[in-house]
């Protein structure tokens, strides 16, 4: 069992930042390959950005590509996602994910995650 936390959300206006967080327990963390997806109102779960268990190889929607940025910290067994240039349409819940699988790469498909945080509410206003 994997044990997954997150903080960090909160309201930012448009073009400003948030650092989300997300703690892990129960599996070493360096043998779990992490994502992070979100949820707006009315829409369906969306992947926006996943790291391998080494940290080696990541992988960003096209929607946050080149605002978002994903780590890991193997030692503190934790994972980080640092939003930029936040925009009215990133509001929604975000989740951290996990999964013990082939963790060497990054997947993007929801039901391929295991363990699922509780969820972190960013609003960006306009």
């Known amino acids: 069992q994997v044990q997954l936390v997150e903080s960090g959300g909160g309201l930012v206006p448009a073009g400003g930042s948030l650092r989300l967080s997300c703690a892990a327990s129960?599996?070493?963390?360096?043998?779990?390959?992490m994502g992070w997806f979100r949820q707006a109102p009315g829409k369906g779960r969306e992947f926006v950005v996943g790291?391998?268990?080494?940290?080696?190889?990541?992988d960003y929607a096209d929607s946050v590509m080149g605002r978002f940025t994903i780590s890991r910290d193997n030692a503190k067994s934790m994972a980080a996602l640092q939003m930029n240039s936040l925009k009215p349409e990133d509001t929604a819940v975000y989740y951290c994910?996990?999964?013990?699988?082939?963790?060497?790469?990054?997947?993007?498909?929801?039901?391929?995650?295991?363990?699922w945080g509780q969820g972190t509410q960013v609003t960006v206003s306009p």
């Open positions: 994910a996990a999964r013990t699988t082939s963790t060497w790469f990054v997947q993007r498909r929801a039901n391929e995650y295991a363990y």
């Open positions: 790291i391998s268990s080494s940290g080696g190889t990541t």
């Open positions: 129960g599996r070493t963390f360096s043998s779990i390959a």
